[in-house]
């Protein structure tokens, strides 16, 4: 992934950040009515020790576990070939995983202009909704999409009706089915989120080495800011949602969850970044502030079961 343009100015848009967001990676590219291709080996990797000094032994023990892997297929009308792209989410209800909103919407654009007031710069961010149908759920340390089954399907797709990332990147999937055998995270519906508050954050971007479709936490890091923020020195923008870790988010991330290594609550989704090893202006919306959302969207889930 290419880092992002920085800059302090932007013609109509002072302290504007043009952040690129974390890539759907195409993970598998499948010939129609053809054989999926031979697995390839990976070693699941883990950035974040056995034992968080702090964290409760559910997020140690169990929290990883709640990550799914989202899966989007595309199939090309022209070739027949079935395209697959891959983010994260979590599982907050037996039914129900919270993601991006880029990860399940058709993009636009994939450098957002945002401005510390969460407003777009540069028009709508994304189009319509993928169909649900197209959008499956993987569990476990590694997942290939070629040789996996999907443990769930969603059938309903939830979001705000701006049609802009900035300060709105979150999105819920209703599922076809319960994953009773995962033990679903809470999720943070009120509460703040303080700069120099511990955090892990984790999805299937394979860690600083980028190993598509593995699961790997990064962490505990601090939250280095909360917007609203604007610092024309280093280009970095947060809206009055989001906040800021100093860790680097990879292509697959996109929609993992952020867990709060102290009380075991998702508190942020992963949005935009500078790239997999970059050390700054990596952006998450909060949780805590789409409340609202997450009602609807757990009533959705509930009317399913």
């Not at 890539?23 to 056995?50: F, G, H, W, Y």
């Not at 020195?233 to 100093?246: D, M, N, Q």
Request: aromatic residues 2%; neutral net charge; hydrophobic residues 40%.
């Amino acid at each position: 992934m290419a880092s992002p343009s920085l800059v302090p100015r932007l013609a109509g848009c002072l302290g504007c950040l043009v952040a690129a967001l974390v890539p759907r990676i195409v993970v598998a590219v499948i010939p129609a009515q053809a054989s999926p291709p031979p697995a390839t080996a990976v070693a699941p990797t883990a950035e974040v020790p056995p034992l968080v000094k702090g964290a409760p032994e559910p997020l140690v023990a169990g929290a990883a576990r709640a990550v799914v892997a989202v899966a989007v297929s595309h199939r090309d009308p022209q070739g027949g070939q079935r395209r697959v792209s891959l983010c994260s989410g979590a599982l907050v209800e037996p039914n129900l995983v919270v993601t991006a909103r880029h990860c399940i919407s058709r993009n636009l654009t994939t450098s957002p202009r945002c401005d510390r007031s969460g407003r777009s710069h540069n028009g709508d961010h994304v189009g319509g909704d993928i169909d649900p149908s197209a959008i499956a759920i993987y569990t476990g340390d590694h997942i290939d999409v070629s040789r996996d089954d999907a443990r769930a399907r969603a059938v309903a797709t939830l979001h705000g009706e701006e049609r802009v990332l900035c300060d709105a990147d979150i999105a819920y999937l209703v599922l076809d089915r319960p994953l009773t055998d995962v033990t679903p995270l809470r999720m943070r519906e009120a509460g703040s989120l303080d700069r120099g508050d511990t955090v892990v954050a984790v999805g299937y971007g394979g860690g600083a080495s980028n190993r598509l479709g593995v699961r790997a936490a990064r962490g505990p890091r601090l939250v280095a800011a909360v917007g609203p923020r604007a610092d024309p020195a280093t280009g970095k923008v947060l809206g009055p949602r989001e906040f800021e870790i100093e860790g680097a988010t990879c292509a697959g991330d996109s929609g993992g969850p952020v867990i709060d290594a102290d009380r075991g609550d998702v508190v942020g989704i992963t949005s935009r970044g500078a790239g997999c090893t970059a050390g700054g202006n990596h952006v998450y919306t909060r949780t805590d502030a789409f409340a609202a959302l997450t009602a609807e969207a757990r009533t959705a889930a509930l009317a399913r079961r």
